[in-house]
């Protein structure tokens, strides 16, 4: 069974930066590609980022792009999301999830609970 925990969310001014950490369970974590997606209340899930197995190839969402940063460390088991240059429309719960690098939540098969991130003016 795949665990994935999310930590690092919180309250943090226009402006900010937060990093995201998402821990997985499990020894196959370095065979797969990895997600992260937000969701806002009353919006759909929305893709932010994606990483391959090996970190060599990501994908950003254009309204992240040049601001969050993926990248994961296989010896630990765990993904990151560096966010920087927060704004308020980037406030929302993050998800990281397990999957491929697409952009689509179906592509991914394991989530974990969500961290809040709330950006304030």
């Known amino acids: 069974q795949v665990q994935l925990v999310e930590s690092g969310g919180g309250l943090v001014q226009a402006g900010g930066s937060l990093r995201l950490s998402c821990a997985a369970s499990?020894?196959?974590?370095?065979?797969?590609?990895m997600g992260w997606f937000r969701q806002a209340p009353g919006k759909e899930r929305q893709f932010v980022a994606s990483?391959?197995?090996?970190?060599?190839?990501?994908r950003y969402a254009d309204s992240v792009k040049g601001r969050f940063t993926i990248s994961r460390d296989n010896a630990k088991n765990t993904v990151y999301l560096q966010m920087n240059s927060l704004k308020p429309e980037d406030t929302a719960v993050y998800y990281c999830?397990?999957?491929?690098?697409?952009?689509?939540?179906?592509?991914?098969?394991?989530w974990g609970q969500g961290t809040q991130v709330t950006v304030s003016s």
């Open positions: 499990g020894r196959t974590f370095s065979s797969y590609a």
């Open positions: 990483i391959n197995w090996s970190g060599g190839i990501t």
């Open positions: 999830a397990r999957g491929t690098t697409g952009g689509v939540p179906r592509e991914y098969a394991y």
